[in-house]
Each structure stands twice: as structure tokens, then as C-alpha cells.
């Protein structure tokens, strides 16, 4: 038995889709655990690059199982959308599994999600108003709808029925907007679901038996840890477990069967939406990071802020994810600076400090304290570890002594082939 998990461990958009695809031709089956589609995967293969929202890198494999997790909540128009998307470019879906305990995303969720964050004015968490919290808020409510639903037609359209009429009354009474059109909603998810039936089954089942029989099987989180509901920078982040404590409830396995925890890093900071960042760059090295690492989002097209590496949080990460390996992506990006940062304490009040904060009131007064690094000049058709320019090697390995993990995969380039392996993840 090999289980693996594959996270984000900053503010997401690390690269993980690259470095999921990369590690799928590893594994037997890859399994995503949490959120939904307002995450946002790209992966290049050849000349061809492919945006993923819900459907795990894994799915560019067909000979190997992609699963959705019961953790994740899943708007069935996106899911549908996506799997025509994959069809148009010949990538065959039929290897495509979704938790019969997932929860449904419905209209209501979107239109609450647009009207609350709305009303919150300068207070905005800056959500992507996929319906995504709204959804979870239904499953912690215990009104949220199931896969497991959809197989029983007149029980599915009742409870639909009943939760459009009580959001309608938020809606309307609270929100003093438009209500949603019952009928239309109805008629819609009943098309849907005849569509998704096919892929609905019993993950439990399926994964206890692959994990019995040895199989190699890959975890993918989307997000990153820092937007984790409990650990993140609370309120700014997503409402789910990005974190390797999601796998187990996220995918329905025993926590003690998850062996490795493989986590995603950039070579520097970048973070979507509002909220603390201590690195954070706002001058022309912020602006030419951004530019040449091409840092917008998957999803909403946001341009990404950006900022020096942060071992503090890297640290922190690295010891609530139990994380056993690194990858470090966008070393190219890198590439052409005379000088790099690396941020490794925080100064509070006067003191240095080398943990994270729990709050924002905290972290907002803390200042970052930088050691300065040699840059490197542009590489180009490397193979392997050693042909990396020296100052690439030495910020690697400076990472690896102050976070205490070592970094087992770099990625020099959006391609499959620009990975280097130093060992065997698995």
C-alpha cells in the first residue's frame, strides 16, 4: 500500500495541477478530497494546456480511476461543462468517479453567495461566488442534498422544492432581490442528474479495496493550506480542509492508511483576495514576478499578489501537514534577479518570532525579516538536479535546512518534462 497526499502549502495556486499530473502516471488512481469548482487546475502536456476546476489531473490518464471526494461540493452544470470541455479536446471521461455523499450545488447557492458577500461592503471576503460556502453551510444545516439522492427522482425533487421555497424567503425577505424560478430550477437538475448517474458510486468501498490490494494511490487537494477553514487566515479563505487532516473525512479512509504528504510550494508568495501577507511586494519586483509567472487565476482571472518567499508560513505548513516532502514550483519565474529574499522570522513588537499567527491583528503588525540570497541568470534544457545553476541549488537547500523537509521534486517550467525528480515520492 502507497497513499500520498498532494496539497498546497501556501495560499494555493502553487502549481499543483502540473505536479498531480506529473505524479499520476505514478499512481493508480488519484483521488480529489475538498472544494469545489472555484478552484482552478492548468496543466500543460505537449503543446496543449488544459484548465481543471473539479475533475482530479489525474483524469488525462485513462487508464487509471479519477475520483471526487465526498469533500468536495459539486455544482452539476460545472461538472458537466467540464466533461464536455475534456471530450472536444479527446480526453476520455469514462474514468471518472464521483462519492455518492457529495454534496449538490444548486442555483440558491449562488445567488446567496453573491447577495451575502455583497452586503458584507468593505467587510468581502473576496469569494469567487461559486456557491461553494453556502453549500457547506447546507451539509453542517443538515438540509444539503446528496449523489446518493439523485437515484430516488421524487424524494430528490422534494427536497429541492423545499429548499428553494425556505432560500427564496432569505432571498427575498432579507436580501430584498429577485426569488429564483422553482419550476425552471427543478426541470434543470432533473436533466442533470440523469447525466451524472453514471458516474455515482460508493468511494468507501472502491478506495478500502485498492488500498488492500496495494495500489499507489494520490490525494489532490485544491486550494492551499493558509485558506484552510480551521488553520487559514481566518475569515479570508475557502470553507473546506485543504490540509492532509481533509483527506480522511474528504475521501472516507482511515486517517492512519495516509502514508506521505507531498506539499506544494512556490519559489515565492503569491496570494489571491484580501487578507494579511507579510511578504507581500508592492513595487516594480512584485509587478515583474507577477508579469513573468503569469500570476491570474485559473478561475476568476484575479491578478495574484505577490511577495518573497515566507519560510515562517512554509514552517508552519510544513508542521501542520506532516509533510514528508516538497515540491518547489516556478523556479523559473526567478530567473534574472540580482537578489532574492528569503523571509525567515517575523519582527513583533520589537521581538522576533518564528511561528505563524492565529490572528489577523497579530499577523498584520508583523514585519518580515529577510536574508538575501544570490540570484540566477535564465537556464534552459535542464535534465537533472546537478545541471541546476549553483544559486539555484543553494536557495534549495537553504530552504531545506530552515523548514526541515526536503525538497524531493523542482519544477523549472509549466511542462511535464521540465520536473526534476530527486526521488521516488511514493
Known amino acids: 500500500m502507497s497513499t500520498l497526499v498532494l496539497l498546497g502549502a501556501q495560499w494555493g495556486d502553487e502549481g499543483k495541477g502540473k505536479i498531480t499530473d506529473y505524479l499520476s502516471k505514478e499512481s493508480d488512481l488519484v483521488v480529489r478530497y475538498q472544494g469545489g469548482d472555484n478552484a482552478g487546475h492548468t496543466v500543460e502536456i ?32 460545472s461538472l458537466l461543462k467540464e466533461i464536455e470541455y475534456l471530450n472536444n479536446k479527446g480526453i476520455d471521461t469514462s474514468n471518472l468517479r464521483i462519492s455518492n455523499r457529495a454534496h449538490i450545488i444548486f442555483p440558491y447557492h ?11 461592503g468593505k467587510e468581502k471576503i473576496g469569494t469567487t461566488v461559486k456557491g461553494i460556502g453556502p453549500c457547506y453551510r447546507d451539509k453542517i444545516d443538515r438540509v444539503g442534498i446528496r449523489m446518493c439522492d439523485i437515484f430516488y427522482k421524487d424524494m430528490f425533487e422534494e427536497k429541492l422544492r423545499k429548499n428553494i421555497r425556505d432560500k427564496n424567503k432569505i432571498i427575498e425577505n432579507v436580501y430584498e432581490s429577485e426569488p429564483l424560478n ?5 426541470e434543470e437538475y432533473l436533466g442533470y442528474i440523469e447525466k451524472i448517474k453514471k458516474y455515482v458510486i460508493d468511494i468507501t468501498v472502491l478506495l478500502d479495496e485498492k488500498i488492500k490490494s496495494g495500489n499507489k494511490i494520490l490525494f489532490e487537494g485544491a486550494q492551499g493550506t ?18 492532509s487532516g481533509g483527506v480522511a473525512v474528504g475521501a472516507g479512509i482511515s486517517p492512519f492508511r495516509l502514508k506521505k504528504a507531498l506539499g506544494v510550494v512556490k519559489a515565492y508568495t503569491t496570494r489571491v483576495g484580501k487578507g494579511p501577507f507579510p511578504t507581500e511586494l508592492h513595487d516594480e519586483i ?11 487565476g485559473t478561475t476568476t482571472g484575479r491578478a495574484r499578489r505577490c511577495g518573497w518567499l515566507d519560510l515562517v508560513m512554509l514552517k508552519y505548513s510544513a508542521r501542520i501537514n506532516g509533510l514528508t516532502s516538497l515540491a518547489l514550483t516556478k523556479v523559473d519565474t526567478l530567473c534574472g534577479f540580482d537578489k532574492l529574499k ?10 522576533i518570532i518564528d511561528y505563524f499567527p492565529a490572528s489577523l491583528e497579530t499577523l498584520s ?41 526536503n525538497v524531493d521534486i ?7 518534462k521540465e520536473t526534476i525528480m530527486r526521488k521516488d515520492i511514493f
Open 342 to 351: 528569503l523571509c525567515i522570522g517575523y519582527e513583533l513588537d520589537g521581538e
Open 46 to 77: 505537449g503543446e496543449n494546456k488544459y484548465k481543471l476546476h473539479l475533475i482530479p489531473s489525474g483524469i488525462f490518464y485513462n487508464e487509471k480511476l479519477s475520483i471526487i471526494g465526498n469533500g468536495v461540493v459539486i455544482n452539476p452544470h
Open 286 to 296: 512584485g509587478d515583474k514576478i507577477r508579469e513573468k509567472g503569469f500570476e491570474f
Open 182 to 186: 422553482e419550476d425552471e430550477i427543478v
Open 110 to 120: 449562488l445567488k446567496l453567495d453573491e447577495l451575502q458577500e455583497r452586503n458584507k
Open 226 to 243: 493558509l485558506l484552510d477553514i480551521d488553520y487559514g487566515t481566518y475569515p479570508y479563505l475557502t470553507s473546506s480542509h485543504p490540509t
Open 410 to 416: 523542482v519544477s523549472i517550467g509549466p511542462k511535464r
Open 365 to 405: 503588525k508583523c514585519k518580515p525579516v529577510y536574508e538575501e540570497i544570490d540570484g540566477w541568470e535564465n537556464f534552459d534544457n535542464i535534465e537533472n538536479y546537478d545541471e541546476l545553476p549553483k544559486n539555484v541549488k543553494k536557495y534549495i537547500e537553504r530552504i531545506e535546512r530552515l523548514v526541515g523537509v
